[in-house]
């Protein structure tokens, strides 16, 4: 009895030595090797060092108000004075274990703050970290989200949308059952869509002005040229089962980001880059660290935006008579011409070409000022939901 129990107390080790379970349990945590606390006059962050991907829940309490971040199956092993921090949001850091691999950090906050949660790959020579931030109230916005505080900053000049019309030249897209290609009709709406996005005040730009072909990547770039604040690809859907039809609006999948180095690279480069996350310019920021904080930020606010944009125009086409909607809700995906981490960018399929009605409605002139008026019409909703009607 006594030697069974012994055995499964030990596993041999591949080396041929006798480690107890513990040990080999604590493998598969999780270790948290550092802990530190960043302020700026915007927010308030604490940075936790890791050693691999983590699990982490966040809840935020009042009366008092606090956060409690959980984290599981994490090995724990810091120095308690660490946990001694704060600065005119964070008061006390408590910290417990609910469980043996389940450790729990209650932040108490010494005003009020909407906090928020985000996990960073290594880069750069820097481990895994998860970040805890907490954003000052009443500095840029009042407490607003980030995607508001962010549109809030862009107020005092033009809204710049630039249209994508797909394909082009050499690339004619899809061909409808009765002849029409979509590098065709994309442009049709295209400037349609420009003239109408004009005469409602903003400043709209075509990423090609007429049937030449313009690689992905060099849409994009043309978008930043014009200092976009939204970006719209315009395509006609295929399909080889021709019953399908119906518009679909998509934004750029988490899993089609894009890397942070080289995201970081396109935001330096890009002229206006001052005005992004509130003024800040990346490539001015000397910390290594700070600028992957700010990166994944401006990437997450991109996503976040573009999703909010492609849910206020998806609406608006809900309410053409003569459109049928393939995806009731906006479908992320890793389209090339979306990956711009710091401009908010959708794909609209305005229909089926390869679906004979779809190709009928898209001809007519009618139906595609329809459509028009409704990608006019929920940009708008967009920018008076995020306060810059």
Same mark, same amino acid.
């Given at each position: 009895?006594?030697?069974?129990?012994?055995?499964?107390?030990?596993?041999?080790?591949?080396?041929?030595?006798?480690?107890?379970?513990?040990?080999?349990?604590?493998?598969?945590?999780?270790?948290?090797?550092?802990?530190?606390?960043?302020?700026?006059? $915007?927010?308030?962050?604490?940075?936790?060092?890791?050693?691999?991907?983590? *699990?982490?829940?966040?809840?935020?309490?009042?009366?008092?108000?606090?956060?409690?971040?959980?984290?599981?199956?994490?090995?724990?092993?810091?120095?308690?004075?660490?946990?001694?921090?704060?600065?005119?949001?964070?008061?006390?850091?408590?910290?417990?274990?609910?469980?043996?691999?389940?450790?729990?950090?209650?932040?108490?906050?010494?005003?009020?703050?909407?906090?928020?949660?985000?996990f960073l790959d290594?880069?750069?020579?820097?481990?895994?970290?998860?970040?805890?931030?907490?954003?000052?109230?009443?500095?840029?916005?009042?407490?607003?989200?980030?995607?508001?505080?962010?549109?809030?900053? $862009?107020?005092?000049?033009?809204?710049?949308?630039?249209?994508?019309?797909?394909?082009?030249?050499?690339?004619?897209?899809?061909?409808?059952?009765?002849?029409?290609?979509?590098?065709?009709?994309?442009?049709?709406?295209?400037?349609?869509?420009?003239?109408?996005?004009?005469?409602?005040?903003?400043k709209a730009h075509?990423? *090609?002005?007429?049937?030449?072909?313009?690689?992905?990547?060099?849409?994009?770039?043309?978008? *930043?040229?014009y200092g976009a604040?939204?970006?719209?690809?315009?395509?006609?859907?295929?399909?080889?089962?021709?019953?399908?039809?119906?518009?679909?609006?998509?934004?750029?999948?988490?899993?089609?980001?894009?890397?942070?180095?080289?995201?970081?690279?396109?935001?330096?480069?890009?002229?206006?880059?001052?005005?992004?996350?509130?003024?800040?310019?990346?490539?001015?920021?000397?910390?290594?660290?700070?600028?992957?904080?700010?990166?994944?930020?401006?990437?997450?606010?991109?996503?976040?935006?573009?999703?909010?944009?492609?849910?206020?125009?998806?609406?608006?086409?809900?309410?053409?008579?003569?459109?049928?909607?393939?995806? *009731?809700?906006?479908?992320?995906?890793?389209?090339?011409?979306?990956?711009?981490?710091?401009?908010?960018?959708?794909?609209?399929?305005?229909?089926?070409?390869?679906?004979?009605?779809?190709?009928?409605?898209?001809?007519?002139?009618?139906?595609?000022?329809?459509?028009?008026?409704?990608?006019?019409?929920?940009?708008?909703?967009?920018?008076?939901?995020?306060?810059?009607?």
């Amino acid at each position: 009895m006594v030697r069974r129990d012994l055995l499964k107390a030990l596993l041999f080790s591949a080396s041929g030595l006798l480690l107890p379970v513990s040990v080999l349990h604590a493998s598969h945590l999780t270790r948290v090797t550092h802990m530190r606390l960043w302020t700026d006059p $915007q927010q308030t962050r604490i940075v936790l060092d890791l050693d691999k991907p983590v *699990r982490y829940a966040l809840q935020q309490l009042s009366d008092p108000d606090r956060v409690i971040i959980d984290l599981q199956d994490v090995s724990w092993a810091l120095d308690p004075d660490l946990l001694r921090m704060g600065d005119g949001v964070v008061g006390n850091v408590q910290l417990s274990h609910p469980t043996s691999s389940q450790v729990r950090l209650e932040i108490s906050l010494t005003r009020p703050s909407v906090a928020n949660a985000f996990f960073l790959d290594s880069s750069e020579g820097k481990p895994p970290r998860l970040v805890i931030e907490f954003p000052r109230q009443g500095a840029m916005g009042e407490g607003m989200p980030l995607a508001q505080v962010s549109l809030v900053a $862009q107020k005092k000049r033009e809204v710049v949308v630039v249209i994508d019309p797909g394909h082009g030249g050499k690339d004619p897209g899809a061909i409808g059952l009765g002849g029409k290609y979509e590098k065709t009709v994309t442009l049709e709406v295209a400037r349609r869509l420009v003239r109408e996005l004009s005469a409602d005040g903003f400043k709209a730009h075509l990423t *090609r002005t007429d049937d030449y072909f313009v690689p992905l990547r060099e849409r994009v770039a043309i978008a *930043r040229h014009y200092g976009a604040d939204l970006f719209v690809s315009l395509h006609a859907d295929a399909f080889r089962i021709s019953s399908a039809r119906g518009a679909s609006v998509y934004c750029l999948s988490e899993h089609g980001s894009p890397e942070p180095d080289k995201a970081l690279r396109s935001l330096v480069d890009r002229e206006n880059s001052a005005d992004l996350i509130g003024g800040i310019n990346l490539g001015q920021v000397a910390d290594p660290e700070l600028r992957d904080i700010l990166m994944d930020l401006s990437q997450r606010d991109a996503r976040n935006r573009a999703m909010a944009y492609g849910g206020s125009l998806l609406a608006s086409l809900k309410k053409v008579p003569t459109l049928h909607i393939h995806y *009731r809700g906006v479908k992320q995906a890793g389209f090339a011409v979306l990956k711009a981490p710091d401009i908010p960018s959708v794909l609209v399929e305005m229909a089926f070409l390869s679906n004979r009605e779809d190709e009928i409605q898209l001809r007519k002139q009618e139906h595609q000022e329809a459509l028009v008026r409704a990608l006019a019409s929920g940009t708008q909703a967009f920018f008076r939901s995020a306060s810059l009607a």
